[in-house]
């Protein structure tokens, strides 16, 4: 017998396993609302043409070698992605008390992140949103984190957020908790908080001494705006707290696989960054040694040109113009259609997704009804629609309803 005979297998990862049906399925009206990558208007991924005009450069520059990058990544990418984070003006870059390290996308910044906390700061306790995005709490159990909690944040009644309830549970969090923040564009749900009250959770995370760690995925993403999708961790800094926050190019760049990211640390003395930076390269000097060159090159060199930037930024605002006309489309077809209930929520969450409301049931329903392919919490991805195929989703719902 084997000695890997007591290898069990493990359950399926739902969201690729869903992206997987989708490819094998022939049927010629099925749609993918599953996968959180950007889709254009006739349902194609979309390279960045910024991305693709630097890319032929770097391929003609025979100047670019393959050596190695350093353990914590490329300068010119970690620089210029803290700043994009908490703006070029920041008092906290200036101060020299803000820096950033390379990671393997978002996903690897949180790891990272998360084991500095654990291995350094000895914390155990981290908060993450009910619901949030499914990764979350095995990226810092992994970690060395042992008491996973969540707060409330979905109201499935209002379908909003679950504000006093949010409070309620941070107010009683042990101090030097975790407490794992969506800096926009929340996913699953598509709710963020107002600043009003990014301004109430700042209060009382300060009273009870909690620790934030701010997750970017979708910078530009919310708000079409670089600056104003970054509102809440500028608060956070202006205020005074430390924190760190893991940013990904997956979505905004378009590279999800070239796994681009940033781990950005605020600290409010000056004088640590040294030793920051030394037990950051030990941890990612155990973990992978050191990150890839491909994808961060091409995202400095964007961020490092006023005209490529630019250029850069009407495109983050073509997407994000595209997922809110998906939004209003899908709404204006649920109301033309009559189908029960009300469908505001669809236009007032922000982002790469909707949480619909609709029941595991129902979501199961359109999967095996109408060959489209959701996550069994009704969570869609809006770019998954477009104006070709809105009106057969809309009947799909309405069919689902009633
Ligand atoms: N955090 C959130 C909330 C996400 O939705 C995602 C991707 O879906 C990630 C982090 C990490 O993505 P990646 O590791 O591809 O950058």
Known sequence: GSRFQVVQQGPPIEVFQLNRM???????????????????????????????????????????????????????????????????????????????????SGTGSLRVGAELLNKHLKYTTFYYSAPTWENHHLVFVNSGFTSPRTYRYWNAKTRSIDFDGLIEDLRSAPENSVILLHACAHNPT??????????????????????????????????????????????????????????????????????????????????????????????????????????????????????????????????????????????????????PGSWDHIVKQIGLFSYTGLTQRQSEHLVEEYHIYLLKSGRINMCGLNPANVQYMARAMHDAVL
């Not at 700043?83 to 950033?100: K, N, T, V």
């Not at 595209?322 to 204006?332: D, S």
Request: charged share 25%.
């Open 22 to 104: 989708f490819l094998d399925d022939p049927h010629q009206n099925k749609i993918n609302l599953s996968i959180g990558a950007y889709r254009d208007d006739i349902g194609k991924p979309w390279v960045l043409p910024v991305v693709r005009k630097m890319e032929k450069q770097m391929a003609a520059d025979e100047t670019l070698l393959h050596e190695y990058l350093p353990v914590l990544g490329l300068e010119q990418f970690t620089a210029a992605s803290t700043s994009m984070l908490l703006g070029e003006d920041s008092p906290a870059i200036a101060a020299g008390r803000a820096f950033g390290v390379q990671t393997l």
């Open 190 to 339: 598509g709710i963020d908080p107002s600043q009003e009250q990014w301004e109430k959770i700042a209060d009382v995370m300060e009273e009870r001494k909690l620790f934030p760690f701010f997750d970017s995925a979708y910078q530009g993403f919310a708000s079409g705006d670089l600056d104003r999708d970054a509102w809440a961790v500028r608060y956070f800094v202006k205020r005074g707290f430390e924190l760190i926050c893991a940013q990904s190019y997956a979505k905004n760049f378009g590279l999800y696989n070239e796994r681009v990211g940033n781990l950005a640390c605020v600290i409010s003395d000056a004088s640590l960054v040294p030793a920051m930076k030394s037990q950051l390269t030990w941890i990612i000097r155990g973990m992978y040694s050191n990150p890839p060159a491909h994808g961060a090159r091409v995202v400095a060199n964007v961020l490092a040109n006023k005209q490529l930037f630019d250029e850069w930024r009407e495109h983050i605002k073509a997407m994000a113009t595209r997922v809110i006309q998906m939004r209003e489309a899908l709404r204006a077809e649920l109301i033309k259609l009559g189908t």
